[in-house]
């Protein structure tokens, strides 16, 4: 009986190293052990032998179930870890300092952000900032733009309930609705009405509007807003502050060229178009890329600076389209959809 005892635990030791799964693993070992396996059957024997024999025999297939039950044990233990290291994968040392740690990068619209700001800054304008949730009466009504007026429409937008509580954002009356602001233009109110002239302030920042979301549209988009008060500011202060912001960022073949236009806090007001020789896009014809004008007396008014005495022009531009137009981007949902494809490609 040991010789056959004997043999199966060495044909086990033998065979069992080249099981890999557990599955294949229980239906090894359950041709062994199992109720019908060949171990299970060998001490079933133990009944037929003579009974002095049988203390031996006993004491016999008990040592080597232990044996067997050993390497049971570690072949269960070896299919786990080999199991767990296939689902981690190799094995890491954290502590080891990465070769190739990669750099983040800003995203491309903050790259475009600062640098037209930091041109901006150059020539004597600073950043002033206001809320992104608003009340008419910063975003329309002070803007020269009442309830009914047309421009209001094209920019209606997403309202807040009545009562939802802002603290933190003033009201000029009680019952005002609160709601997204549609542009940067709030923040020219909103500092007006905090400081004396002379002013020259740029307010970049989030806007939202109503948009059905398209190739070159978004619910949720980005602009900067410049505002010069001062005494005796022309349309050619304006057209030359631009001229200098644009060749800054493109170079200096830039061109832009004023359309008339209507926007209802400026008096005239203009669409400003745009060209420059070494970009595809807008290299051959000219684009449209912002609204510019010089401030309505009827806005200086409203927060109380006399118009016999002051006089300022305003512009807001779109951070999303002149970012298209530089590097080529072709969609704005890019933009917002954090790809580290696209990304990765504005180091
Ligand atoms: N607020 C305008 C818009 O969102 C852009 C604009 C036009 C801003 C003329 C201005 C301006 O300051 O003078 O379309």
Same mark, same amino acid.
């Given at each position: 009986m040991?010789?056959?005892?004997?043999?199966?635990?060495?044909?086990?030791? #033998?065979e069992?190293?080249?099981?890999?799964?557990?599955? !294949?693993?229980?239906?090894?070992?359950?041709?062994?052990?199992?109720? #019908?396996?060949?171990?299970?059957?060998?001490?079933?024997?133990?009944?037929?032998?003579?009974?002095?024999? %049988?203390? *031996?025999?006993?004491k016999?297939? #008990?040592?080597y179930?232990? %044996?067997?039950?050993?390497?049971?044990?570690?072949a269960?233990?070896r299919?786990?870890?080999?199991?767990l290291?296939?689902?981690?994968?190799?094995p $890491?040392?954290?502590?080891?300092?990465?070769? &190739?740690?990669?750099y983040?990068?800003?995203?491309? /619209?903050?790259?475009?952000?600062?640098e *037209? +700001?930091?041109?901006?800054?150059?020539?004597?304008? $600073?950043?002033?900032?206001?809320?992104?949730?608003e009340? &008419?009466?910063?975003?329309f009504d002070?803007?020269n733009? @009442?309830?009914?007026?047309?421009?209001?429409?094209?920019?209606?937008?997403?309202?807040?309930?009545?009562?939802?509580?802002?603290?933190?954002?003033?009201?000029?009356?009680?019952?005002?609705?609160?709601?997204?602001?549609?542009?940067?233009s709030?923040?020219?109110?909103?500092?007006? /009405?905090?400081?004396?002239?002379?002013?020259?302030?740029i307010?970049?920042?989030?806007?939202?509007?109503?948009?059905?979301?398209?190739?070159?549209?978004?619910?949720?988009f980005?602009?900067?807003?410049?505002?010069?008060?001062?005494k005796?500011?022309?349309?050619?202060?304006?057209?030359?502050?631009?001229?200098?912001?644009?060749?800054?960022?493109?170079?200096?073949?830039?061109?832009?060229r004023?359309? @008339?236009?209507?926007?209802?806090?400026? !008096?005239p007001?203009?669409? +400003?178009?745009?060209?420059?020789?070494?970009?595809?896009?807008?290299?051959?014809?000219?684009?449209? *890329?912002?609204?510019?004008?010089? +401030?309505?007396?009827?806005?200086?008014? !409203? $927060?109380?600076?006399?118009? #016999?005495?002051w006089?300022?022009?305003?512009?807001?531009?779109?951070?999303?389209? *002149?970012?298209?137009?530089?590097?080529? $981007?072709?969609?704005?949902?890019? /933009?917002f959809?954090?790809? +580290? %494809? /696209?990304?990765?490609?504005?180091?």
């Amino acid at each position: 009986m040991e010789e056959e005892l004997k043999s199966i635990l060495e044909a086990v030791e #033998n065979e069992i190293q080249s099981i890999g799964a557990a599955a !294949e693993f229980e239906q090894y070992k359950a041709r062994i052990s199992g109720p #019908n396996g060949s171990f299970t059957a060998l001490s079933k024997q133990i009944s037929k032998l003579p009974v002095e024999e %049988r203390p *031996i025999a006993g004491k016999l297939i #008990n040592q080597y179930k232990q %044996r067997l039950q050993a390497l049971w044990d570690a072949a269960t233990k070896r299919l786990e870890t080999l199991a767990l290291a296939q689902k981690i994968g190799a094995p $890491v040392d954290p502590t080891l300092f990465s070769t &190739e740690a990669p750099y983040g990068s800003r995203h491309l /619209l903050t790259q475009v952000r600062e640098e *037209i +700001v930091h041109t901006l800054r150059k020539i004597g304008f $600073v950043v002033a900032d206001g809320p992104e949730v608003e009340t &008419e009466y910063y975003c329309f009504d002070a803007l020269n733009t @009442p309830k009914d007026h047309p421009a209001r429409d094209l920019q209606d937008t997403y309202y807040l309930k009545q009562q939802e509580p802002f603290g933190n954002v003033s009201r000029k009356e009680d019952d005002e609705r609160y709601l997204l602001r549609t542009h940067t233009s709030s923040v020219q109110i909103r500092t007006m /009405l905090e400081e004396e002239p002379p002013i020259r302030i740029i307010a970049p920042g989030r806007c939202f509007r109503r948009d059905t979301a398209d190739a070159t549209h978004s619910a949720n988009f980005h602009q900067i807003e410049a505002l010069y008060v001062d005494k005796g500011v022309t349309v050619r202060d304006l057209k030359a502050d631009l001229d200098y912001l644009f060749r800054s960022l493109l170079g200096p073949d830039a061109k832009t060229r004023f359309r @008339p236009h209507y926007f209802s806090y400026t !008096e005239p007001s203009f669409e +400003v178009d745009l060209k420059a020789q070494h970009l595809g896009k807008v290299g051959s014809e000219w684009m449209e *890329i912002m609204g510019c004008g010089m +401030v309505d007396p009827a806005v200086f008014e !409203e $927060v109380g600076y006399d118009p #016999n005495v002051w006089t300022g022009y305003a512009f807001g531009l779109g951070i999303e389209r *002149i970012a298209m137009s530089l590097y080529g $981007v072709d969609d704005i949902r890019y /933009l917002f959809q954090n790809d +580290v %494809r /696209l990304l990765s490609q504005f180091k």
